[in-house]
């Protein structure tokens, strides 16, 4: 159950940041990955862990390691009214937008996130579309986060679109512009 999926991830970029200084268990990680260009990003309930592994970077910072950038897409985060699922699957959460992961709204520490640019990517029929935004919002909103946030909709589709019709215009213009959050800061 729930928070493993956090504890996994936060170890997963752990394990990452031990090459950082060229000498852990994976040589390609050792020689070819610039660690002062991190990005982190996920889709859906992905898009909440990789927030909340953005927190734990900032909070604890990883030596050798520079968050430039985080991508949520379609980004799961809870709301006021009990998600029985999440209760089911995080039995310590209420399950409800008090939870600091869950909503990161009422999370004191989402004014210091390391990233300097977020791009949040919605869909319009998407259900959790509000969220999304409510999420975009509170990071624009919270006092001393000196970041640039991105709110990017696309008009049509609903949650994962570009998965499962990922020949459609509309997807590859989605894939188009998230290559291009990522190249820009590659290019700087």
Do not use: M
């Amino acid at each position: 159950p729930l928070p493993i999926a956090y504890e996994d991830s936060w170890a997963g970029l752990q394990w990452v940041a031990a090459h950082a200084k060229g000498n852990g268990p994976e040589p390609w990680l050792n020689e070819y990955v610039d660690y002062d260009k991190v990005f982190l990003g996920g889709e859906s309930a992905g898009a909440n862990i990789a927030h909340d592994v953005a927190i734990q970077a900032t909070v604890s910072p990883l030596e050798g390691i520079k968050l430039v950038r985080l991508i949520l897409i379609h980004p799961y985060f809870a709301n006021e009214v009990p998600d029985k699922l999440i209760q089911y699957l995080y039995p310590t959460s209420t399950g409800t937008g008090d939870d600091p992961r869950l909503n990161p709204g009422v999370d004191p520490r989402l004014a210091k996130l390391a990233c300097k640019k977020v791009l949040v990517c919605v869909a319009e029929n998407d259900k959790l579309k509000d969220r999304g935004v409510a999420y975009y919002k509170s990071l624009l909103n919270s006092s001393g986060w000196r970041g640039n946030a991105e709110l990017l909709e696309t008009e049509g589709e609903d949650h994962c679109f570009h998965l499962f019709e990922p020949t459609l215009e509309k997807a590859k213009s989605f894939l188009s512009k998230l290559a291009s959050f990522i190249n820009d800061d590659v290019n700087e």
